[in-house]
């Protein structure tokens, strides 16, 4: 077995939109299923209107757990995050008692691809 058996793949980004400028309502608490991360280090850019506490839960086999968590200021945010496992939700709350907000975000989740399937 060669130690250079990986040398042919490079990491390459994988951009998922998870929202659209979602309108999110005062009060209101939406949860967000993520595609399965093959790489645990991932990214989040998030566009808002307002602020917005958005939490990242894995499933640790038998429950989600909170793993991270950040409130977001009108504008754009980008977030850097690493995942303890592959499996993860997002979890988005408007702690506004009147005003709605509008959401985007896109996730970076990076993956390996073989050199051969770039071109």
Known sequence: MSLYHDVQKIVVPRIVHLAREMNLGAGQ?????????????????????????????????????????????????????????????LRLANPSPAGAVEVSIDANLPCLKDLSEIK
């Open 29 to 89: 608490v939406v949860e967000l299923d993520c595609p399965r991360a093959t790489l645990l280090n991932i990214a989040f850019r998030i566009r808002t209107t307002g602020t917005v506490n958005l939490f990242v839960e894995e499933h640790n086999g038998q429950e989600w757990e909170t793993t991270g968590r950040l409130e977001v200021e009108e504008g754009e945010t980008v977030w850097h995050h690493i995942l303890k496992k592959p499996c993860f939700r």
